[in-house]
């Protein structure tokens, strides 16, 4: 069966005609559907649409408050005595009054050598002293009779003058004696070694039994005396000044934070700045400080690394925010502020921080509202919807 060409296009014209009639049956019925849902309830949809398109953020108040002007430096924590412990005497160690790492108040027994050949020389000595006595008294006794005649004319002058060096001399024995029972007395007491200080014990590095010399190169102990103790700290040179001047007009307060600690509040000490170093170190170009604090309940230790905070004066009504406020872009530091709804982005100059907060020089106002968590998101004029911070709650 033949089919003609003009048959063929009569049909797809046909086709073609009757899908465009479909087509346009079908967007008429939706727009008219469109239409009834909007006068229906469309209002409402437009506005939860609105609301999602709202970024949530967490807020903080700019706050106007006292602030203490601080400088910050990593310090090291010293002693501010230290002793070895070594004998005074040849002899062996017969007893250890303590353990390692034992605190020591002073004049605690230590170390005991054994004494006996000291008692001996001692009661040598005393014994030459008791017999020197006698032998003054003697001579005494004869220049006292002596003199008797001399005064009689019963004996030359020069007689006389033999029973007097004899008094001399037997003077001068017995007070040599009485040096040597002195010293004596001190060898038997330098046998107990007490401790010079407070403070803590290392470990015993010689052990009971063992035998010592006199100002041997090794020690016995090495004490540390940890309270009161120190820390020292450098500063930039250019803080010399300022650190002077509040320092000539009061004490001025140290914190110390060890840098390993966990409890930053339950491990914080403070003291008081005591000395400012004559010079300044040319190859840092920082000057050091030492400061003195009490360490009753041993929280610094010696050769501990600490932050230490000098604090100079108050700064009164100053303008704080959270650090984690500020922000930093192309033209420097700024903030989100939040003004009826909508993120405003504010140019700041920040003056200091101060732990968490940062002191403003200008840029924000008491009382305003400022972005703390969700900058990421925001751009200038989007608007924001503010919600609470579930770690305060």
């Known amino acids: 069966m033949k089919v003609s060409l003009n048959t063929i296009t009569i049909a797809i014209t046909l086709l073609c005609a009757f899908a465009l009639t479909g087509c346009h049956y079908f967007s008429d019925a939706g727009d008219k559907s469109a239409k009834n849902a909007k006068s229906a309830g469309g209002g409402k949809a437009d506005k939860k649409g609105k609301d999602a398109l709202a970024i949530p953020v967490i807020v903080a108040t700019v706050a106007e408050q006292s602030v203490p002007l601080k400088i910050q430096a990593i310090g090291n924590v010293e002693v501010q005595a230290t002793v070895s412990i070594k004998s005074r005497l040849d002899g062996q160690i017969v007893k250890v009054g303590f353990s390692d790492g034992q605190d020591l108040a002073r004049g605690q027994l230590l170390f005991e050598i054994d004494a006996r050949p000291l008692h001996a020389q001692w009661q040598q000595a005393q014994a030459a002293l008791a017999r020197d006595k006698a032998q003054l008294d003697r001579a005494r006794a004869q220049e006292e009779r002596y003199k008797d005649l001399l005064q009689k004319g019963f004996v030359s002058q020069d007689a006389y003058a033999q029973f007097r060096t004899n008094v001399d001399t037997a003077a001068a024995t017995v007070r040599a004696d009485e040096a040597a029972v002195e010293n004596a007395r001190l060898q038997t007491e330098y046998a107990v070694i007490r401790s010079p200080i407070d403070g803590r014990a290392g470990k015993v590095l010689i052990?009971?039994?063992?035998?010592?010399?006199?100002?041997?190169t090794v020690s016995l102990v090495v004490i540390n005396q940890v309270a009161p103790i120190y820390v020292s700290f450098a500063v930039p040179e250019q803080y010399l000044g300022i650190i002077r001047k509040y320092m000539a007009a009061g004490k001025l307060a140290v914190e110390?934070?060890?840098?390993?600690?966990?409890?930053?509040?339950?491990t914080m000490a403070t003291g008081t700045l005591a000395f400012i170093d004559n010079t300044v170190d040319a190859t840092t170009g920082t000057v050091r400080l030492r400061a003195t604090f009490p360490n009753l309940d041993k929280t610094l230790w010696p050769g501990q690394f600490v932050t230490a905070s000098l604090t100079l004066n108050e700064q009164q009504n100053a303008i704080v925010?959270?650090?984690?406020?500020?922000?930093?872009?192309?033209?420097?530091?700024?903030?989100?502020?939040?003004?009826?709804?909508?993120?405003?982005?504010?140019?700041?100059?920040?003056?200091?921080?101060?732990?968490?907060?940062?002191?403003?020089?200008?840029?924000?106002?008491?009382?305003?509202?400022?972005?703390?968590?969700?900058?990421s998101r925001l751009i200038p004029g989007i608007k924001v919807s503010i919600k609470s911070d579930a770690k305060k709650s």
Not at 207 to 214: M, R, T
Not at 256 to 266: C, E, N
Not at 347 to 364: C, F, H, M, N, P
């Open 207 to 216: 052990q009971q039994g063992n035998l010592v010399k006199a100002n041997d």
């Open 256 to 266: 110390a934070l060890p840098s390993a600690a966990v409890d930053a509040a339950a």
């Open 321 to 375: 925010v959270p650090s984690q406020a500020i922000q930093t872009g192309p033209k420097g530091q700024f903030v989100y502020v939040v003004k009826a709804g909508a993120a405003e982005m504010r140019e700041i100059t920040v003056e200091r921080v101060d732990g968490a907060q940062s002191v403003i020089g200008k840029g924000l106002a008491p009382g305003e509202q400022v972005v703390t968590s969700g900058q």
